[in-house]
């Protein structure tokens, strides 16, 4: 799939043309022999300035960790051009074809016993308002491929393909719309439209036939003096098989086991970097009642789905991944990773570099960032605490899946789930309690590929962001847990 090409150069002049053809009649011979030393450098030459041209037009850089080593059979094969023209335009079929779509990778548990699985979406998937107030992040981008009818139609379809069970979904403004195609795939859905001027929201949508909803129950951050965001938490209980229920029936069986329940929360995290205290109580508010939600319901597996507006290894990616954090040690305007650059380039983030991190964070240790009472109220609950915990034990699904070096950090987590102009790195996840075991994720875009298609939408993907996937499996089903 090509993105966001360029025209081609119109063809030369008809005194040019014939030159060449007077030149090949007393030359013939002679180019027949070079020809294919040409071609070579022909084609070193064209990939060298297709190279400079990339480098040049980029306006984001991402610093990722450095590259780790993985088994073989978790990296992208390198694909090997033909030494002739027709072969190189073959591989650049295939090579497109490979690098747009997405890959499942597997973990190595054995899950062969497991009859239980679900597979889980958190998706944001660019509210239609959001997209038109900021223009300035979708320049790049194709005004047919921002059209809401359009990307509509392409989530639904994308959703399709990976044969979901579970979806999360943030920055939804029509959810009516989404409803109406999900419902005729199986689905329903509840929604909470964020409080104050904004018109987006979280949705949760699970498949009919696989669950019922047995509690809902929204968190509106305003009550706590944490802006307009909002989140969601369901509890699910998956539907016994018609068949088995049928057969302990008509043998006078003792009646099967309770059904499997589960605890599904949503959550769009603020975006604001500078306000570190309002997205971290954020994040402990709605932790904090999953577990009571969790426990009030039997001690039940939690699976989460966000954007979190922060990056991985950050202090609230550490928070939520430790379950406790000391604010003292961090600065309020970088806790979520996300660094400003100068005034000229204001609003464009990047992943922070960790060594310069470490040194910060060394610096921050001997001063002790200072946090006003009300920002320390806002972050902990408390204006005299200096920690923040949480009693939810949570893993990172892709974390817990050994992926391809070209679409992961050196610590398991996607290099990137969204890219427009001003951004591109990694704020989404999917989190899930020990109960839960991830069995398959699917992999993330590779930057180079991102980058050439100069932003998200596109012409394949519906939103700015990645869809994250993941299939997860009861664990004590599972062979050795």
Known sequence: MKRGHRPQPPPEPSSSRAATVTKRKHHCLQQEQSRSSKSNSNSRHAKRCRTRIVSES???????????????????????????????????????????????????????????????????????????????????????????????????????????????????????????????????????????????????????????????????????????????????????????????????????????????????????????DIKLGQVRIFLERAYELSQEWGDIPVVIGGDLNSLPQSAIYQFVASSKLDIHLHDRRKIS?????????????????????NVLKSISRSLLYRWSDEERRLATGSG?????????????AYHGVPGSCRTRDNHGEPLATSYHSKFMGTVDYIWHTDELVPVRALETLPIDILRRSGGLPSKKWGSDHLALVCELAFADDIKGI
């Open 58 to 276: 980029e306006t984001l850089t991402v610093v990722p960790d450095p590259p780790r080593t993985l088994p073989a059979s978790n990296r992208f094969e390198r694909l090997h051009s033909s030494s002739t023209p027709r072969g190189k335009q073959r591989h650049k079929k295939s090579s497109a074809r490979d690098c747009n779509n997405r890959q499942w990778v597997s973990s190595s548990c054995d899950t062969s016993n497991c009859e239980d699985k679900v597979v889980v979406v958190s998706y944001n998937i660019l509210g239609v308002e959001n997209a038109l107030k900021h223009p300035d992040l979708y320049y790049k981008v194709p005004c047919k491929f921002l059209d809401w009818d359009r990307r509509k139609i392409l989530i639904c379809e994308e959703i399709n393909h990976y044969n979901a069970s579970i979806l999360c979904f943030q920055e939804v403004d029509r959810f009516d719309d989404l409803d109406n195609l999900f419902q005729n795939n199986g689905f329903k859905g509840v929604y909470k439209a964020r409080t104050g001027e904004a018109y987006d929201g979280c949705a949760i949508f699970w498949k009919d036939k696989l669950f019922t909803l047995l509690h809902q129950e929204n968190i509106e951050f305003r009550s706590f003096a944490l802006r307009d965001n909002v989140a969601q938490l369901c509890v699910l209980e998956m539907i016994q098989n018609q068949s088995e229920s049928e057969l302990y029936t008509e043998r006078s069986m003792s009646p099967p086991t309770l059904s499997r329940r589960l605890l599904v929360g949503n959550i769009h995290v603020l975006f604001n970097p500078n306000r570190g």
């Open 384 to 396: 005299g605490a200096t920690h923040v915990q949480h009693q939810l034990k949570l893993s990172s």
């Open 337 to 357: 990773g996300q660094l400003e650059y100068p005034s000229q380039c204001r609003g464009r983030f990047q992943n922070q570099n960790p060594a310069r991190y």
